[in-house]
């Protein structure tokens, strides 16, 4: 039987694709950079959400207040919000590199930072370790991503396929990753069909880890895209269709996460344009193991 709340679920898988990074693909990532990683988003999340929480309770921002009720610090619900920081802290560890913990740590801040920044009817819609990624390349001089830092080899492909189904069949969103692969693999199929080139080409592409683990785990936060199966569906033509011109047009070699950041505020018009009940990780998960 699955955990009931499918982030536990995603930490599990994402903890393990670290651990196999590092041990077979011989990765150059420090372990005091995954502790400052780690440590800077759980910290900032339990900082902003008793903050956050004290607001809702009492309609201000006061600091002698916040000390007045330091309960509101070690409440359930902060604490369950964490799991929502550990999975952001995991993406970044597998796809930012930096040499600097100042680096990781303004990485962490900002991508936990921007789901309490940048929201519109309570929800954010930036994916807060995309939004991590693009500050740290853009904002220093010392950040990179690796789209192919896990090679193509079949075995990564399977089993990113495999753990990616079991955490999209809990949150029901399938949707968004088929509609993406599907336009993305479309578009490369014309261009490779125009250019003449042998199909090889094409599928060496679709063994990217990089661009499984963006399509899966990534893409698919479901707190962060539209709410409706429509809006998805034309969300995530719109990030293939962007990924595509960045990518041929631009050269630019992590134009998944380029899109994503771009598209992103897209979701806010889509929310209005059609409206559905926003996603709730415990209910959406017990509906998944229930039916």
């Known amino acids: 039987m699955l955990v009931k709340d499918a982030r536990v679920t995603q930490i599990i898988f994402l903890g393990l694709f670290l651990l196999l990074g590092v041990s077979t693909r011989d990765w150059t990532v420090q372990p005091d950079l995954i502790l400052v990683v780690v440590a800077s988003c759980l910290i900032t999340q339990w900082l902003l959400s008793s903050v956050v929480e004290y ?156 661009l499984l683990l963006f399509a899966l785990f990534m893409l698919t936060d479901p707190r962060s895209i539209p709410n409706s199966q429509k809006g998805r569906l034309v969300w995530s033509g719109a990030i293939a269709i962007s990924t595509f011109i960045l990518q041929h047009y631009f050269y630019l070699s992590t134009a998944i996460f380029w899109s994503l950041f771009i598209i992103s505020p897209l979701t806010v018009l889509l929310d209005m344009v059609w409206s559905a009940p926003r996603f709730n990780w415990l209910r959406e998960t017990k509906l998944q193991i229930t039916t």
């Open 55 to 210: 607001a809702k309770r009492s309609g201000e921002y006061t600091l002698t207040n916040i000390y007045s009720e330091l309960n509101i610090l070690i409440s359930p619900k902060v604490f369950t919000s964490l799991r929502s920081a550990l999975i952001t802290s995991l993406g970044l560890c597998l796809l930012l590199r930096s040499n600097s913990p100042e680096t990781m740590a303004i990485a962490s801040f900002l991508a936990i930072s921007s789901k309490f920044l940048f929201r519109h009817h309570d929800k954010h819609f930036f994916n807060p370790a995309n939004f991590g990624i693009i500050s740290a390349v853009t904002l220093t001089n010392d950040a990179w991503v690796s789209p192919g830092q896990w090679g193509t080899d079949w075995w990564y492909l399977l089993l990113f396929l495999g753990l990616g189904g079991v955490v999209l069949k809990q949150v029901g969103r399938w949707d968004t990753s088929i509609a993406f692969l599907f336009s993305y693999g479309g578009l490369e199929a014309v261009r490779n069909f125009w250019l003449g080139w042998s199909w090889d080409v094409w599928q060496h592409q679709f063994m990217s880890g990089s």
